[in-house]
């Protein structure tokens, strides 16, 4: 089946340090990809859709220039924090449909956890 | 908002018993879909249901849609310890996925 790897699996790191997040399709091309930021027992709230080869596109009140969004490959997009501070600390997820479509299910990594301190 | 509403927020059964989570949403949709959520981990797909389809099986998991009342269920029969996750509704619209808080189910051995 298809497979959605996310790394690193949990960044515990100083107030200040930018840190990124590489989300890979392992056996299948996804032209988009999406991030997620989610809070303890809350749901996933979309961030941003990843395009390979442009621009993402930021849900509304998401700071682009603090998560920065890299679709450089068919099958790698990355999530930088920029100068995290302790209320960026949350449970990171990326996903990716197999296929064009993006109604199609989700293929999700197992998440990041970001501790800043 | 594109976004499903569980509904219970929680919910606990004994093992062998059913378990009938529901959503609901408010704008039209292409499908709808299921993700299941262990504690820490990524989501894991559970069951698509198209706009025009009202029913759908997969192993121990029902999903109904009603699009007229803009609602979907979801029943697991003869529940499992293992079935202990939070499960989320995702209507679709075609491009993004709008998730919902979740039903978080504890299934009692």
């Known amino acids: 089946g298809a497979v959605v790897s996310q790394h690193p699996s949990r960044v515990i790191c100083k107030s200040g340090t930018s840190v990124k997040i590489e989300c890979r399709s392992l056996d299948f091309q996804a032209t988009t990809m999406f991030w997620y930021r989610q809070f303890p027992k809350q749901s996933l709230m979309l961030m941003a859709t990843?395009?390979?080869?442009?621009?993402?596109?930021?849900e509304q009140g998401v700071e682009k220039d603090k998560f920065l969004i890299n679709h450089a490959s068919l099958t790698l997009s990355t999530l930088t924090v920029t100068s995290a501070h302790p209320e960026d600390s949350s449970f990171y997820i990326c996903s990716a449909p197999k296929g064009a479509a993006t109604d199609q299910p989700q293929h999700f990594g197992d998440g990041t956890r970001l501790s800043i301190l | 908002s594109q976004q499903g509403e569980e509904d219970p927020q929680a919910l606990s059964i004994q093992e062998g018993e059913n378990a009938t989570m529901n959503c609901s949403y408010k704008?039209?949709?292409?499908?709808l879909q299921w993700y299941r959520q262990n504690s820490g981990r990524g989501l894991v797909h559970l069951i698509l249901i198209r706009s025009n389809e009202r029913e759908k099986h997969s192993g121990r998991l029902r999903v109904t849609l009603d699009t007229s009342k803009k609602s979907s269920s979801l029943l697991i029969t003869a529940s499992r310890a293992a079935d202990t996750a939070s499960y989320f509704c995702a209507p679709n619209t075609g491009n993004q996925f709008y998730f919902g808080t979740g039903t978080s189910l504890t299934v009692i051995p």
């Open positions: 704008t039209s949709i292409n499908n």
């Open positions: 990843s395009n390979e080869g442009s621009k993402a596109t930021y």
